[in-house]
């Protein structure tokens, strides 16, 4: 089976500072794992995904993921934060070599909000 | 490519009511998938389908939920005697395949309210 924990349920930066959203996730088999924005009554969007190779991921609108086994995480990071980038993010994971690879399981989401 | 459209976008219906959600995915992609996603929560896997096969289904799809893709386009999602508790917003999504280099493209979603 598989979890995600996404640790802090609200972020709160300031435009122009660091975003860092944290992601821990339990998985029995190698995963592939996943970051997405949703914007307010949208859907889901693909920021940046883990499955192998290089374990530091770059992703759309400047964010980046570094996978690190040793530690179960997945976390995202933003240099600099825009406006534009308050939303509400999802890790997930799913089996990288299982049979049911394609069934995403996701955390409970972290509100970012960017201040002024 | 239009992406995954699902339709209505909202649906508020009175407790007891059958409603019944479509989504039309992406043309070529072969899989899709429906999730739930209640207040302050994740994305929750519901089923899945290749092509007009419906592969597997959660045990949150209770009796009253049946899935269709009868052609292995367009699904519709069909919830019977509705329950306060299914008051959710309901994300398609597909893909054409899955691994390494695939990605699931997910629809805007249905709001419902049972009332």
């Known amino acids: 089976a598989q979890s995600v924990t996404q640790l802090g349920s609200h972020v709160s930066v300031s435009e122009g500072a660091l975003v860092l959203l944290r992601c821990n996730y339990s998985?029995?088999?190698?995963?592939?794992l996943f970051w997405y924005v949703q914007y307010p009554n949208q859907g889901l969007q693909l920021l940046l995904k883990?499955?192998?190779?290089?374990?530091l991921v770059k992703g759309i609108n400047g964010f980046e993921a570094e996978f690190k086994k040793s530690e179960t995480s997945f976390h995202l990071t933003k240099p600099s934060a825009h406006m534009s980038d308050a939303a509400e993010y999802f890790c997930?994971?799913?089996?990288?070599?299982?049979?049911?690879?394609?069934?995403?399981?996701f955390g409970k989401g972290t509100l970012l909000t960017v201040n002024p | 490519d239009t992406g995954v459209s699902q339709d209505p976008r909202h649906k508020i219906t009175k407790r007891g009511q059958n409603v019944t959600f479509r989504c039309d995915p992406i043309s070529e992609h072969n899989r899709l998938y429906w999730y739930r996603q209640t207040l302050g929560q994740g994305p929750e896997f519901l089923t899945y389908f290749q092509n007009e096969a419906q592969l597997e289904k959660s045990r949150l799809l209770s009796d009253r939920f049946s899935a269709e893709r009868p052609k292995g386009s367009f699904s519709t999602l069909e919830i019977q005697r509705t329950e306060q508790g299914d008051s959710a917003m309901y994300l398609c999504?597909?893909?054409?395949?899955w691994g390494e280099g695939t990605e699931a493209f997910f629809g805007q979603g249905t709001r419902l309210t049972v009332v």
């Open positions: 883990y499955t192998t190779g290089a374990t």
């Open positions: 998985s029995s088999v190698p995963p592939y």
């Open positions: 997930a994971v799913s089996e990288g070599s299982g049979g049911s690879n394609y069934k995403l399981t």
């Open positions: 999504a597909s893909s054409l395949g």
